[in-house]
């Protein structure tokens, strides 16, 4: 259990979940083999990619891993359910005096979520600053739900039982990508996790939750990309000047009309 705690926590902490190939028009799949490259590069993904990546990850150290298809529930306004836009695992085998069935809910892809994996157990868990709980899904019989901390970034995510193959993700995979309906198209974010709080760049705007909690607006594209290489340790070598200087473009028009429709 040990060996699947420290690589979960070094994990979030050092890989963040991003998309930026979606706004820089770097196509992906949900492959695998493909996320553990892109990750050693350098880069990070969403949930199809570093879930994908950490069970194929899990599984050669001899890990009993499985993938489940989820759904992340935003707002209360949106319904719950496995709509199929999240990866869920969970490894068993792994029996201990909190967790006797030996089944973990590990999760690498929730953004700003847990640090370690939580006993697949109905109750409330503490993980530094944050408080987040696990219970049996209402909209998935036979599933599970996970209760975000309120100050989290949604509300809360259902996961079904079953094992699910990758290719169960490729719709939602195209949808998240590509679709103008997408939050992803809409608002682009990076999300880091570390023992004492998260960090969460959402368009301009780079937030603190925990420890050294605060907000600012980065104002310069110097600034932006600097916070993105301290912050979430993302240099983006592989981005030319040409795609920087248009992502900076898009980023301030989306922040400029924001603005406009906030007030």
């Known amino acids: 259990m040990d060996g699947l705690i420290l690589l979960h926590t070094a994990h979030v902490e050092r890989v963040p979940y991003e998309y930026f190939h979606?706004?820089?028009?770097?196509?992906?799949?949900v492959e695998p083999l493909e996320s553990a490259g892109r990750i050693l590069r350098g880069r990070g993904g969403y949930c199809f990619h570093l879930n994908g990546a950490?069970?194929?990850?899990?599984?050669?150290?001899?890990?009993?891993?499985?993938?489940?298809?989820g759904g992340v529930q935003g707002s209360a306004e949106h319904p719950a359910g496995a709509t199929g836009n999240h990866l869920a695992l969970t490894v068993s085998g792994l029996p201990s005096a909190e967790c006797p069935d030996g089944v973990w809910f590990v999760d690498l892809g929730l953004g700003d979520a847990i640090h370690e994996p939580l006993p697949l157990v109905e109750g409330t868990y503490r993980q530094g600053p944050f408080v987040y709980g696990l219970r049996p899904s209402e909209a998935e019989p036979g599933g599970w739900r996970f209760d975000h901390d309120p100050r989290g970034s949604f509300l809360g995510m259902d996961f079904r039982h079953e094992p699910a193959p990758m290719s169960a993700f490729d719709e939602q995979h195209r949808h998240l990508s590509t679709?103008?309906?997408?939050s992803f198209q809409k608002v682009l974010c990076a999300q880091r996790r570390d023992a004492t709080g998260s960090d969460y760049m959402r368009g301009l705007v780079l937030s603190r939750r925990g420890s050294g909690e605060g907000t600012s607006t980065l104002s310069s594209d110097r600034d932006y990309f600097e916070a993105?290489?301290?912050?979430?340790g993302l240099t983006?070598?592989?981005?030319?000047?040409?795609e920087k200087a248009a992502l900076w473009t898009r980023l301030t028009e989306t922040h400029e009309k924001w603005l406009a429709t906030s007030v």
């Not at 950490?54 to 298809?69: D, K, N």
């Not at 679709?179 to 997408?182: H, I, T």
């Not at 993105?228 to 979430?232: E, N, Q, S, T």
């Open 228 to 232: 993105l290489a301290d912050v979430f």
């Open 54 to 69: 950490f069970s194929l990850l899990l599984a050669e150290l001899g890990f009993q891993v499985t993938r489940h298809v």
């Open 236 to 242: 983006l070598d592989e981005v030319t000047a040409q």
């Open 179 to 182: 679709s103008p309906e997408s």
């Open 22 to 29: 979606i706004w820089l028009e770097h196509p992906t799949t």
